[in-house]
């Protein structure tokens, strides 16, 4: 694979050649100034990009911004700061004058027009992008006091957060009520969290190396995997856009029974005409585990985790630009109980320790004024686990598991004056993705070897024209475990009347390939023995076809300002995946296999309300109703050999929702409330088989439960002090799960059933912390 990174890396680097052998003369300078629309006043660090070819700055203290040696020719710049609108003006720069240009920026009190690239994976205004792409920013981090992602994405509408297993913290993100494996999780748009870096990767990504997330729910574009059936989830690096850092530490208690502790840091440096750039990250977390019932068993495990890495950029020419990023992570997690003893020496553990690294690098080469672009790019993820999935003092539980990733591609972006009957961006390009793992668990007689290879090739033209933009595309896959091609085409349609009004329509198809995802590397305990997933030896892949509208609306009543999003959702799901109960191995473990159903359809509807008033008060409401149903009953378990069957599908309630409001009512000082709602839902709940006589079980039999509602409700608080030469100090403290919702009827013993575990993912919990950054 190296001989193939290397090929790659050269072929970009002759193309670039190539381009050169035409050298552009170099022009002059574009001089701007950012400044409040009316009164005139400065904003500083206002960040300012030239749309199309990645470079970017950051206005000074008077509001200034300058590009130099910029070649001659027509430029389209963005500028954007926090509380005021997006605005976008052309420029010609000449090699005889100096460009000059003014931004006289309107305030707004959120952001509805962000900058994003998850819809066509080319940057786009939210407005006019013709998906619909929820962006969470690090103002949402803060908000929640959230130190990783999973703490993170329940605060957008159709998305929720759940911890699969009492014993390790097993999460995993649903879009519109889809499990974890129907939706594709990218770092910078590319697709290497593989099944195994998957089933704690959302506890594994903290956010201070992210600049922002992207969620697309649905298929969306055809760019991204024909496997994002839910949606997508981009995470989006943090880039060098100046010189700057952040030291950040965080001491939380959850129920006064156990502390947890964050550190964070960050350096930003970028050289002064903005031809290089770098951007470091590092975070630590050491969280206790966490007993909620007294019976000597986690609920919350332990977790030792330490992540460090970078983010650079280099430009040898105006028109090109190398990426290069890695980032490592190394992670302990352990829950069961007798935490001072070895695994193998007590009644429950699940222990697992995580070295993963991963990096990319990516070349970007533009020419005619940025109206064409090739982009080259690979990237890489190698993790080593080594594990402990046992009960019982058994000695056999432990086991290695080494999975490596890597996905390579090229894409052409044209931006065409018309094409056949109005201006239009086509994209195409070509990708191979490849997945290695090997799984080996001794005592459980798994030796698992799986290669997963896709070749894709995927196109799309985007039409714009005065109030309808048309986005057609359609891809095709190889995928190694499947016979035949398959061919997923994606129509996107946004009508656009106004500025403020957007309405859209989306079709899509996608499938899940017949392979391990990331329940299946987990074992969960149940009654003191482990419960493995294999797959049927006929296992199909299942098919989707997904159709969605949305309705997008803000408007501005005097000082107020108001946005609203309503969006409908369909999906269709053919031959889905089940999981049936077949009996047992030869060491008395329970296997469940993975089998096509007859099919499911989900479906309901996104509500999402922005209310504010500037800084005095900014509120956001999101809300989903929806239905999740198989089209037939499905078994999912065996009592006294009779099938138990269900046509909901499990752990997925019909309303759920969030909400943030965030005031700053006086100067230096701010608050903020945020909470999440979980309806109600079934739970399917196992009991112990063969449990020792005498010992405590929890249930006798097998059943699926009825959970009630939770209400998650947390607080914030906020003081920020200015130091000496710009450098602040803030001040926070706060509570979250103020009333502590969690659930009440937990197993209890050696014996629980582990995956019997729902609500909120943390008890009440106390915190305070400080930030210093400039």
């Known amino acids: 694979m190296k001989q193939y990174i290397l090929a790659l890396v050269l072929a970009v680097v002759s193309a670039s050649v190539a381009f050169a052998v035409n050298p552009i003369k170099e022009g002059n300078m574009i001089s701007g100034h950012v400044i409040v629309k009316g009164t005139e006043e400065n904003i500083p660090y206002a960040t300012v990009l030239i749309i199309g070819s990645g470079q970017g700055t950051v206005s000074n203290e008077e509001g200034q911004f300058e590009f130099r040696k910029l070649p001659a020719g027509k430029y389209k710049l963005r500028v954007s700061a926090v509380g005021y609108k997006t605005q976008e003006k052309e420029v010609t720069v000449s090699k005889d004058f100096t460009a000059v240009i003014h931004f006289p920026m309107e305030e707004e009190s959120f952001m509805t027009d962000e900058v994003v690239v998850s819809a066509n994976r080319n940057e786009v205004s939210r407005k006019a992008a013709p998906v619909v792409v929820n962006v969470m920013s690090t103002k949402l981090f803060e908000m929640v006091n959230s130190t990783d992602l999973a703490k ?6 159709g998305l929720r957060v759940e911890n699969n297993c009492q014993n390790c913290g097993f999460p995993q993100v649903r879009i519109n009520g889809l499990e974890g494996p129907y939706s594709q999780i990218l770092i910078n748009s590319r697709p290497i969290i593989s099944a195994l870096s998957g089933v704690y990767g959302l506890e594994q990504i903290p956010v201070n190396m992210i600049e922002r997330v992207e969620v697309v729910r649905g298929g969306g574009s055809a760019l991204f995997g024909a496997n994002a059936v839910g949606g997508t989830i981009n995470i989006i690096t943090k880039d060098p856009i100046n010189n700057s850092f952040q030291v950040s530490s965080m001491f939380s208690n959850m129920d006064g029974k156990s502390w947890e502790q ?32 007294g019976d000597g068993f986690s609920e919350l495990g332990k977790l030792n985790m330490n992540t460090f890495g970078f983010r650079a950029y280099y430009r040898p020419t105006h028109f090109s630009r190398i990426n290069l990023e890695y980032h490592t992570t190394n992670e302990l997690r352990r829950g069961g109980n007798k935490f001072d003893l070895q695994p193998h020496e007590t009644d429950i553990t699940e222990q697992t320790k995580h070295i993963i690294n991963s990096g990319g690098v990516s070349y970007d080469l533009f020419w005619k004024e940025y109206k064409h672009k090739i982009s080259a790019y690979t990237s890489i993820q190698h993790t080593d686990r080594n594990s402990y999935y046992g009960a019982q003092k058994n000695m056999n539980a432990y086991g290695k598991t080494k999975d490596l990733t890597w996905v390579a591609g090229g894409m052409y972006v044209g931006n065409m004056d018309n094409c056949f009957f109005a201006p239009a961006t086509f994209t195409g390009g070509l990708e191979y993705q490849n997945n290695s793992l090997h799984d080996i668990m001794t ?9 997963v290879r896709i070749a894709s090739a995927f196109v799309q033209n985007e039409w714009k024209m005065n109030v309808l933009t048309m986005l057609v595309g359609a891809r095709l896959d190889k995928h190694n475990l499947i016979d035949k091609l398959i061919f997923s085409p994606r129509v996107n349609l946004l009508y656009k009347p106004a500025d403020d009004f957007q309405a859209r329509l989306t079709y899509s198809t996608g499938f899940r390939a017949p392979q391990a995802y990331d329940e299946d590397l987990h074992v969960t305990a149940v009654g003191g023995k482990g419960v493995q997933i294999k797959l049927a030896d006929n296992l199909s892949e299942e098919r989707s076809n997904s159709y969605s509208g949305s309705v997008d609306w803000t408007a501005h009543l005097g000082h107020w300002q108001a946005n609203i999003l309503v969006e409908g959702f369909y999906t269709d799901l053919r031959h889905v995946f089940v999981l049936e109960d077949i009996g047992k191995n030869e060491v008395g473990d329970v296997i ?7 099919g499911a359809r989900v479906y309901g509807a996104n509500l999402d309300v922005k209310i504010a008033h500037g800084k005095e008060a900014q509120f956001q409401l999101g809300f989903t109703a929806q239905r999740s149903r198989y089209t037939h009953e499905e078994a999912w378990t065996k009592v006294d050999g009779e099938d138990l069957t269900t046509k909901r599908m499990p752990r997925t309630p019909d309303y759920y929702g969030y909400f943030t409001f965030s005031s700053a009512p006086v100067k230096n000082f701010d608050f903020s409330l945020s909470g999440t709602y979980t309806g109600k839902m079934i739970v399917p709940h196992y009991a112990p088989e063969d449990a020792p006589e005498g010992a405590f079980c929890n249930i006798t039999s097998d059943r699926m439960e009825h959970t009630p509602q939770f209400l998650d409700l947390n607080v914030k608080l906020n003081y920020t002090f200015v130091l000496h030469d710009h450098i602040k100090l803030q001040l926070n403290t706060g509570v979250q799960n103020i009333f502590n919702s969690f659930q009440k009827d937990l197993d209890k013993g050696e014996f629980r059933d582990a995956g019997y575990f729902y609500g909120p993912t943390q008890p009440r919990t106390f915190f305070i912390g400080f930030k210093i950054m400039n």
Do not use: C
């Not at 050289?271 to 770098?278: E, L, R």
């Not at 469940?592 to 007859?598: A, S």
């Open 443 to 451: 005592g459980y007689h798994r030796d698992m070897e799986q290669d």
């Open 592 to 598: 469940k296999e993975r089998r096509n159903g007859n």
């Open 152 to 157: 993170t994405l329940n605060y957008q509408s």
């Open 262 to 293: 964050y550190m964070g840091g960050n350096v930003s440096l970028v050289a002064k005409d903005n031809s290089y750039g770098i951007a470091f990250y590092e975070s630590y977390r050491n969280r206790n585990p966490y007993d909620r019932d």
